[in-house]
T-cell receptor, first 115, second 114 residues
Framework: AQSVAQPEDQVNVAEGNPLTVKCTYS??????LFWYVQYPNRGLQFLLK??????LVKGSYGFEAEFNKSQTSFHLKKPSALVSDSALYFC?????????????FGGGTRVLVKP | DTGVSQDPRHKITKRGQNVTFRCDPI?????LYWYRQTLGQGPEFLTY????????KSRLLSDRFSAERPKGSFSTLEIQRTEQGDSAMYLC????????????FGPGTRLTVT
């Protein structure tokens, strides 16, 4: 079985400050990891993915994520947050050797960036 | 717009009625997924198609739910005898056959059962 934990329901940060959204996962074997963002009344928008290789992955809109195998974590980061980054963020995992392609999502973290 | 599209965007129905949702994936994607998202939760997997074959179904997909992808293009998700517990956002996603099969989501269909 695969699972994802996002320990913070909400993260508040001032505009211009660094933003971190935490994610830990559990999966049999090696994972594919993803971050998605969801704006109100909209579907999920793909931000970035980890497949293999470099532990620091860069994605859209200045976001990056760091894969840490020993801590089974994949935290999302942005050096300088914008008010427009306020949204719901989801981490998702899929085991590389999983038979199907389903993603397992965390419960989401709401990010509020204050001006 | 070459993204995933879903229709309708909103559906209000009375308990006991049947509803059908449609999803049009990105044209070159052969894999299609349905998820359900309730308020404040992450999406939960329902089912997965590769071309026209339905290869995986979640236990969440009770016998009141059925999904099809008749020609390997668009897909439909039907809920029969709707219940208030079916109220949720139904999300469709598609992916190519290239690792790691990142999924691209449509805007969702919000179902409200009264």
């Amino acid at each position: 079985a695969q699972s994802v934990a996002q320990p913070e329901d909400q993260v508040n940060v001032a505009e211009g400050n660094p933003l971190t959204v935490k994610c830990t996962y559990s999966v049999s074997g090696n994972p594919y990891l993803f971050w998605y963002v969801q704006y109100p009344n909209r579907g999920l928008q793909f931000l970035l993915k980890y497949i293999t290789g470099d532990n620091l992955v860069k994605g859209s809109y200045g976001f990056e994520a760091e894969f840490n195998k020993s801590q089974t974590s994949f935290h999302l980061k942005k050096p300088s947050a914008l008010v427009s980054d306020s949204a719901l963020y989801f981490c998702a995992v899929r085991a590389i050797k999983a038979a199907g392609n389903k993603l397992t999502f965390g419960g989401g973290t709401r990010v509020l960036v204050k001006p | 717009d070459t993204g995933v599209s879903q229709d309708p965007r909103h559906k209000i129905t009375k308990r006991g009625q049947n509803v059908t949702f449609r999803c049009d994936p990105i044209s070159e994607h052969n894999r299609l997924y349905w998820y359900r998202q309730t308020l404040g939760q992450g999406p939960e997997f329902l089912t997965y198609f590769q071309n026209e074959a339905q290869l995986e179904k979640s236990r969440l997909l009770s016998d009141r739910f059925s999904a099809e992808r008749p020609k390997g293009s668009f897909s439909t998700l039907e809920i029969q005898r709707t219940e208030q517990g079916d109220s949720a956002m139904y999300l469709c996603a598609s992916s190519s056959g290239t690792i790691p099969y990142e999924q691209y989501f449509g805007p969702g269909t919000r179902l409200t059962v009264t």
